[in-house]
């Protein structure tokens, strides 16, 4: 989540109220539309192209959990919020 200071001078309550609520209905909404998006399930070829690496290299990161895989038959696919979070976990220095 971004962070930034608000300074607020010369409104009242009465304005500022209604402002407050449309803007965090607007930010509600996005998160939903991004939390739907984040549950779609990906073939190995669409994971492995999200995060720029060779299917081999995705296949390791299966191996050792770091990437979760789900397998629905005799297909293989992978949550793209897992995905995310794996690369976020990854990326922590």
Same mark, same amino acid.
């Given at each position: 989540?971004?962070?930034? +200071?608000? $300074?607020?001078?010369?409104?009242?309550?009465?304005?500022? +109220?209604? !402002?407050?609520?449309?803007?965090?209905?607007?930010?509600?909404?996005? #998160? $939903?539309? $991004?939390? #739907? /998006? /984040? $549950? =779609?399930?990906?073939?190995?070829? #669409?994971?492995?192209?999200?995060?720029?690496?060779?299917?081999?290299? &995705?296949?390791?990161?299966?191996? #050792?959990? %770091?990437?979760?895989?789900?397998? %629905?038959?005799?297909? %293989?696919?992978?949550?793209?919020? =897992?995905? &995310?979070?794996?690369?976020? !976990?990854?990326?922590?220095?």
């Amino acid at each position: 989540m971004k962070k930034s +200071i608000l $300074q607020i001078e010369n409104i009242s309550t009465s304005e500022l +109220i209604p !402002q407050l609520v449309t803007e965090l209905r607007k930010v509600i909404k996005e #998160e $939903q539309l $991004q939390n #739907e /998006n /984040n $549950q =779609d399930l990906l073939t190995r070829d #669409e994971a492995a192209k999200l995060l720029s690496i060779s299917l081999v290299t &995705l296949w390791k990161y299966t191996k #050792e959990d %770091i990437i979760p895989a789900y397998r %629905i038959g005799t297909k %293989i696919r992978y949550k793209k919020a =897992d995905i &995310l979070t794996a690369l976020k !976990q990854m990326n922590k220095f």
